[in-house]
């Protein structure tokens, strides 16, 4: 069981590295779309024996594997899975397995599409279980190679602007993360005379204060362009519009989750007085990417567009749960995570199938669905219910506890209610676009030109149909993430120097 988690990272990378090897005979892909359903299945697979294995009780890395890599700097390959990444890590594979599916119609170059596929996967997942700093900094990177080409390749419109600015924004993040790794370590060898990358380990170090607040931007300004916090976001709608659906799945449901993670991660254990000091700041500009992200997507008739300015919002709203910097909007947003990513995730194959259909994303020349596609006018329903925070469906319960989480912070104590509200007219402004997008393509009278149109066939059906299951049973029943979550939010809230640094009765580590 301790070698589970390479497994389930590395399969996806072999599997794209067979594939690429593969001889493809004039477009009969079924050899090549059988490699690729087949190792993101039995990736998914592993991610759910992860689950089974996992000690919910325990605050730690779990399923740890250690394996000297460079000895001469010390740096391991060193993996393992804490309540937080668990939830990361089995939604990436679940959304990796859904994109490979949604992949198989693709006819341009299919082998080498579905390799780059599988490797994003491999790349994201790393992210979330690297416990050495430069092994996450490698996975990091490993993330952007195969996403260029996949934009860049087989993206639409202004594809090359869009690859460019991307990769502009995250290289220049990458390289300042590199900067802040290398520095902490050095910090934490001038401290201990050990010079080590494990992240637990760093995690320990005691910064000193003079310097917290510079080594801070650093990793901040990393993770708030891959999330993207507002006003870093710019490269996200570009970026969307010409991304395939397949990789979109991918990219809003679990890569953009890699900027939260290291949120998570590095900078509330690393940096407290740093926090402490900016925190407000960035909650503030958090709320002020919930409205804008709200309020663009309103004006949107691209469905593509739509979804991708919504998804700027409620990024921004897991973002304001983080800075909340107690145990209930950090949960709320780890939450949430998994929420956004199966709710965004699913729109955007719901968009896919509409234009494959109607040759069309523009809202204005879509009318009246429901009459042809019944089937999907009531999942697409569920799903708009559920993106707009319906009681009793999975986006309510994550947004609950991060405005819970944001009232009682007192980290932003004293404009906590204008953050609430700010958060609160994000969701409003949600129902207006949500049910503006749904009954604009789905209620209103049938353009006769779409007399012909077809409803869900079976593929599209197995696409959809886990989706609304997810959806309503994390809605009813949140218990079981909540659980693995809270006690590694716990501990990491409860770690000694926040005590140093803010004083025991601060409260800033409370939450529950």
């Known amino acids: ?38 190792a993101s299945f039995l990736t998914f697979l592993g991610a759910l024996g992860l689950v089974v294995v996992f000690d919910s009780d325990h605050h730690g890395m779990q399923l740890v594997t250690s394996v000297e890599w460079v000895s001469v700097l010390n740096i391991y390959y060193k993996v393992g899975v804490d309540g937080i990444s668990l939830c990361l890590v089995v ?59 996949l934009i860049g390749i087989w993206g639409e419109g ?26 902490v370590t050095m910090v934490h060898y001038d401290l201990t005379q050990t010079l080590t990358f494990d992240i637990p380990t760093l995690l320990q170090t005691q910064i000193p204060a003079d310097i917290q607040l510079y080594m801070f931007l650093f990793f901040f300004l990393a993770f708030a362009v891959k999330l993207p916090i507002f006003p870093f976001h710019s490269w996200l709608p570009h970026a969307y519009v010409s991304c395939p659906i397949p990789v979109l ?23 407290p007085e740093a926090i402490a ?19 663009i997507a309103m004006m949107q008739r691209d469905l593509k567009a739509l979804v991708a300015y919504s998804s700027i919002s409620h ?18 947003s780890v939450l949430q995570m998994v929420n956004h990513g199966i709710i965004a995730s699913a729109l955007f194959i719901i968009v896919g199938i509409l234009e494959k259909r109607l040759r069309t994303r523009n809202l204005d020349q879509i009318r009246g669905m429901k009459t042809q596609m019944p089937v999907l006018y009531g999942i697409f329903m569920l799903i708009t219910l559920a993106a707009l925070g319906m009681p009793g469906l999975n ?55 779409f007399d012909d149109v077809k409803d869900l066939n079976w593929k599209e059906l197995n696409l959809l149909i886990p989706a609304c299951i997810l959806v309503v049973a994390i809605g009813l029943y949140p218990k079981p993430v909540i659980d693995r979550v809270s006690p590694a939010v716990d501990h990491m809230l409860h770690m000694e120097k926040k005590f140093k640094a803010f004083g025991a009765d601060s409260g800033l580590g409370g939450g529950h």
């Open 277 to 295: 000091d900016w925190g407000l700041w960035i909650a503030t500009a958090a709320a002020g990417g919930i409205v804008y992200g709200a309020w």
């Open 91 to 149: 939604l990436t594979a679940f959304l990796g397995a859904l994109a490979i599916y949604f992949s198989q119609d693709h006819r341009k170059n299919l082998k080498y599409f579905l390799a780059l596929i599988l490797m994003l996967e491999s790349g994201t997942m790393g992210v979330f279980v690297a416990m050495d700093s430069i092994l996450f900094y490698v996975f990091w990177e490993l993330m952007l190679i195969p996403t260029y080409f």
């Open 158 to 183: 202004n594809k090359v602007y869009a690859t460019t600015k991307f990769v502009i924004y995250t290289l220049v993040g990458s390289l300042l993360m590199l900067i802040g790794l290398i520095w």
């Open 315 to 332: 990024l921004g709203l897991i973002a304001l749960g983080i800075f909340a910097f107690n145990g209930q909007g950090i949960e709320g």
């Open 1 to 38: 069981m301790n070698h589970l988690i390479t497994a389930i990272v590395f399969l996806p990378m072999v599997a794209a590295i067979v594939i690429m090897m593969t001889k493809v005979v004039r477009n009969h892909n079924e050899k090549v779309i059988a490699i690729a359903i087949g």
């Open 249 to 271: 799945i991918l990219m809003t449901g679990a890569m953009s989750k890699a900027g939260a993670y290291g949120l998570i991660r590095f900078c509330l254990p690393l940096f």
């Open 395 to 449: 986006g309510f319960v994550g947004e609950f506890l991060i405005l819970m989480g944001v009232w009682g912070s007192h980290l932003l104590d004293g404009m906590a209610g204008l953050l609430v509200l700010a958060a609160g007219l994000g969701i409003v402004f949600a129902s207006v676009y949500m049910l503006f997008m749904f009954q604009g393509t789905m209620q209103e009278p049938l353009e006769p030109k």
